[in-house]
């Protein structure tokens, strides 16, 4: 279904110079819980584990070729949770077709997950790091649009081809970006996949009021857990962070592309026709809250 409004590249408050780091952490630590948290009686699986699992099933046996670099990591994000069920669960799962099954591949080796960003958050990707040997991170600054040969050729030089992971990230690019940033990915890489939570659709309006709801209920449990007065106070008495996450998630959903409109931007990113031609765009939802949250997916591989 089309969506009812056209894109719009509108601000998010979270992405302003202006607005407090110490909330923008709290925004981001919400945002990775919403990626990672299994709600009883209305979320089966996670979205990480519902990533995973679409890296799965659309790279199938080649998976094991890859290793997936996050260019827009954040503080970690849920690349790390994505890593633990990919590896954790998924390749561990019974063959239900007939053939055999990733466990029982001859290569059982675990897929490597690479942190990266423009503004690196080496700390916060240390404690990833240390949680798990599959996970590791660039430390010096990079640019999706213009990524290291270096950095690239390090992983090519092992015999592994190059997945590009953009999860909610790709939306925050204006076109000329994202056009940019499609080229270094055909010029360098191997296949990309874009996640997002939200779309441009009502539905999508409708879980993002639910999940500012939430964090009305969940905020104690976090404060306590984070040790965290400060989320007692910007929930409650001043509600600056359901605002923003909701705010945020409004304008994350007007920004979001289709896949149509992803596959347009890559189409006529400028790179070469031949090698354009090699690229195939697959694309689908996955429904992670009961009954309109949906895990938007995109993954595109040279053939």
């Not at 689908?284 to 809250?289: A, D, Y």
């Amino acid at each position: 279904m089309a969506p009812l409004v056209p894109r719009m590249h509108v601000f998010e408050i979270d992405d302003q110079p202006w607005f407090p780091s110490f909330l923008r952490a709290k925004v981001q630590a919400a945002l990775t819980r919403a990626w990672t948290t299994e709600v009883p009686f209305f979320e089966l699986l996670s979205p990480a584990n519902l990533a995973a699992r679409v890296l799965a099933s659309q790279l199938g046996p080649r998976l094991r070729s890859y290793v997936f670099i996050d260019f827009c990591a954040g503080g970690g994000g849920p690349t790390p949770s994505i890593e633990r069920h990919l590896n954790g669960t998924v390749l561990n799962l019974p063959s239900t077709s007939g053939k055999p099954s990733y466990a029982e591949a001859v290569d059982n080796t675990p897929c490597q997950f690479v942190l990266t960003d423009l503004h690196p958050h080496v700390e916060e990707w240390r404690v990833a790091a240390r949680e798990s040997r599959n996970v590791s991170f660039e430390p010096r600054s990079v640019d999706a649009a213009n990524v290291p040969k270096e950095l690239v050729d390090r992983y090519k030089r092992e015999g592994k081809k190059v997945c590009r992971l953009f999860s909610l990230a790709f939306h925050h690019f204006d076109d000329p970006l994202a056009k940019s940033i499609l080229r270094n990915t055909v010029e360098t890489g191997d296949a990309f996949a874009i996640f997002e939570l939200q779309e441009r659709n009502i539905a999508s309006f409708f879980t993002l009021l639910a999940f500012g709801l939430g964090i009305f209920v969940t905020a104690p449990y976090f404060a306590w857990k984070w040790r965290s007065p400060v989320t007692i106070i910007f929930t409650y008495l001043i509600p600056i962070l359901p605002f923003v996450l909701v705010f945020d998630g409004w304008m994350s959903a007007l920004r979001t592309r289709t896949p149509d409109e992803v596959e347009a931007l890559l189409r006529t990113c400028g790179a070469e026709a031949e090698e354009l031609s090699r690229w195939e765009v697959r694309s689908g939802r996955e429904m992670f809250f009961w009954p309109v949250g949906n895990l938007n997916w995109i993954v595109c591989e040279r053939r």
